[in-house]
Nanobody, 115 residues
Framework: QVQLVESGGGLALPGGSLRLSCAASGSNFGRYDMSWYRQAPGKQRELVATITRGGRTDYADSVAGRFTISRDNAKSTVYLQMNSLKPEDTAVYYC?????????WGQGTQVTVSS
């Protein structure tokens, strides 16, 4: 069992930056692939970025070059550094931990990009 708690969301100006954190409790954090998803009002949840157990990263085309996902296994935490934010990045951002057939979700953190 893994519990995930996101933090770091808030209001940012277009062109600004935010850093999201997702702290995991439970065992074997290093064995999970970690991802960030987001869901905007009226839209489906979409995958933003993934970092595998081995440290390989992958990004949605819409955020590549602006967002960076990283993990600190010693702290059982995954991060999402978001730069050059755009209004279309506004959404609730969710952390996900996945391994084999098991998947865990956090409660989400709101990110609003507006002037």
């Amino acid at each position: 069992q893994v519990q995930l708690v996101e933090s770091g969301g808030g209001l940012a100006l277009p062109g600004g930056s935010l850093r999201l954190s997702c702290a995991a409790s439970g065992s074997n954090f290093g064995r999970y692939d970690m991802s960030w998803y987001r869901q905007a009002p009226g839209k489906q949840r979409e995958l933003v970025a993934t970092i595998t157990r081995g440290g390989r990263t992958d990004y949605a085309d819409s955020v590549a070059g602006r967002f960076t996902i990283s993990r600190d296994n010693a702290k059982s935490t995954v991060y999402l550094q978001m730069n050059s934010l755009k209004p279309e990045d506004t959404a609730v951002y969710y952390c996900n931990a996945a391994r084999s057939w098991v998947s865990y979700w956090g409660q989400g953190t709101q990110v609003t990009v507006s002037s």
